[in-house]
């Protein structure tokens, strides 16, 4: 579809339906920029947040009976 072709049938439009369209073209609009602004995560930003605690290997406590 052009150009042409849009603001044609805008032009056609009352003043009401218009604002609509004003809205949902600021909606498309808004929604583009954060698409864009979306990073990837680098490698590294998650250092210091994921931890094991010292005795993550340690058998547990509720599976002796069956570790005798």
């Known amino acids: 579809m052009n150009n042409i072709s849009i603001i044609d049938k805008l032009n056609h439009l009352s003043d009401d339906h218009k604002n609509e369209v004003n809205a949902y073209i600021d909606a498309l609009l808004k929604k583009d920029v954060t698409k864009s602004k979306k990073q ?20 547990l406590d509720d599976f002796k009976e069956y570790m005798k």
């Open 40 to 59: 990837k995560p680098k490698y590294g930003c998650l250092k210091g947040k994921i931890w094991l605690a010292p005795d993550f290997n340690e058998p």
